[in-house]
């Protein structure tokens, strides 16, 4: 891999690494980690406001760690990528069980 490359992909890593620093977006993606949810199944399950949560879900969806489907009224989020699946499915394995 080339220096350009490398670089690319460090910073890619660091933004996810910050994001996953935020106990409260960690625990949003290790929710969403098991399935889409919407808006207010998350906020449920996690004790928070509908708007505290969208708060969250829209820092994520800049970074691009979610995706969003709309079905009538609701919003539905899910993981966006595939090797952040993976890196929570490893912390979830090593500090969870």
Request: charged share 25%; aromatic share 4%.
């Amino acid at each position: 891999m080339n220096v350009k490359k490398m670089q690319r992909a460090a910073a890619d890593v660091s933004n996810v690494m910050r994001v996953l620093s935020h106990p409260g977006r960690l625990m949003v993606l290790c929710h969403l980690a098991e399935g889409e949810k919407s808006v207010g199944d998350l906020a449920r399950s996690l004790g928070m406001r509908d708007a505290a949560m969208s708060q969250q879900l829209s820092l994520l969806r800049r970074d691009g760690l979610v995706d969003t489907r709309r079905d009538g009224h609701t919003i539905f989020y899910a993981l966006a990528r595939q090797d952040v699946k993976h890196l929570l499915a490893i912390l979830y394995a090593t500090y969870c069980r």
